[in-house]
């Protein structure tokens, strides 16, 4: 783990899969279009399925615009299919995003929101207005407070995670070590 820490802290504005009071936060600044995020996305879900209730698991929007330039409206279809949708959906959105990233053009982000169940043209609205662009720069904000530079960046209970994410059971391991150690405390 580095000094580097989550600024804010996870809090009721976040999108958060797994059990409220788990011993072991994750937290993922990502970016939609980004190809490594992509890559960590199924090694992500691999560690929701080992560590069960005790990994809960919150995502933020860091897109990074000049390398990704679908990121940021991939990001607003996101927040858009939460506030219209819920939560679920958002995840279900999230993942159809990572799963289709070679297709993140704004007629294939409403195809993805209706299949969610969200009004895509609630979500289509949402885009043109830009409505959900304050939502995704404050991930952005918080990104940059907490010394994020590239993606995908974690922190596992408010710390910079610089381990080898790729490697999905040392990951594990160490999440596994943090939850026992909490635990034991």
């Not at 409220?20 to 990502?30: D, F, I, N, Q, R």
């Not at 959105?93 to 169940?117: I, K, P, R, V």
């Not at 610089?162 to 490697?167: K, L, S």
């Amino acid at each position: 783990m580095s000094n580097a820490t989550l600024n804010p802290p996870v809090g009721p504005q976040d999108h958060v899969q797994g059990a409220p009071h788990a011993p072991v936060t994750l937290v993922e600044y990502g970016d939609f279009e980004c190809g490594h995020c992509g890559r960590a996305h199924p090694v992500v879900q691999e560690l929701q399925r080992q560590l069960g209730d005790t990994l809960r698991f919150v995502y933020r929007s860091f897109p990074l615009n000049q390398a990704h330039p679908h990121a940021e409206h991939a990001a607003e279809a996101a927040e858009s299919v939460a506030a219209h949708g819920g939560e679920d959906a958002f995840w279900e959105m999230h993942d159809l995003l990572f799963e289709n990233q070679e297709a993140l053009e704004d007629e294939d982000l409403l195809a993805y929101a209706a299949s969610t169940g969200v009004d895509e043209q609630a979500v289509a609205s949402d885009l043109a207005s830009g409505a959900m662009a304050t939502r995704v720069h404050q991930d952005f904000r918080s990104g940059v407070r907490s010394g994020v530079n590239g993606t995908p960046t974690f922190f596992v209970n408010g710390r910079r995670y610089d381990g080898d994410w790729t490697d999905v059971e040392a990951f594990a391991a160490d999440l596994h070590a943090l939850a026992r150690a909490t635990a034991a405390r």
